[in-house]
């Protein structure tokens, strides 16, 4: 294993940058174990992609999305009425309104529908 560690500090702030070549073996233990050191410190660990970007969760993002709402993204991705979406689900085009309105829940049963019917995780709707 070959690490280096860097630290600056500014006012009030310390900035670490760690950088480690460690076997592929070992690479997540180390990753999750340092994770958890600074959830523990009250830190939480955002995740980059290869540019450095931070990513972000949908909850983040979105937080008042719920169910409904994701299903009429989807419809709107996949360009369809609410009278079309419930034909190819075999339902009545008023569920697919009251679905997205939130005023009748999503069951499991549905969800898994839609995902097999849409190619998309029914996971998405729960």
């Known amino acids: 294993m070959s690490a280096h560690m860097k630290t ?10 760690l950088s480690a070549i460690v076997e592929v073996s070992e690479g997540k233990l180390i990753e999750e174990t340092l994770k958890g050191i600074l959830a523990l410190a009250g830190h939480p660990v955002r995740s980059v ?3 450095g970007e931070e990513l972000f969760t ?9 169910p409904g709402s994701r299903l009429r993204g989807l419809r709107g991705r996949e360009g369809l009425s609410q009278r079309a979406m419930a034909e190819q ?7 697919i309104s009251e679905m997205e309105k939130g005023t009748r829940a999503i069951s499991v ?6 995902g097999k019917t849409f190619d998309i995780s029914y ?3 729960l």
Not at 11 to 16: A, D, H, N, P, S
Not at 58 to 66: G, I, K, Q
Not at 89 to 95: A, D, N, S, V
């Open 8 to 17: 600056r500090t500014t006012g009030e702030l310390v900035e670490i940058n």
């Open 49 to 51: 992609n290869d540019e």
């Open 58 to 66: 949908a909850e983040e993002v979105f937080p008042d999305s719920h």
């Open 89 to 95: 689900l075999g339902i009545r085009q008023h569920h």
């Open 109 to 114: 049963e549905m969800a898994k529908r839609i």
């Open 123 to 125: 996971k998405v709707f």
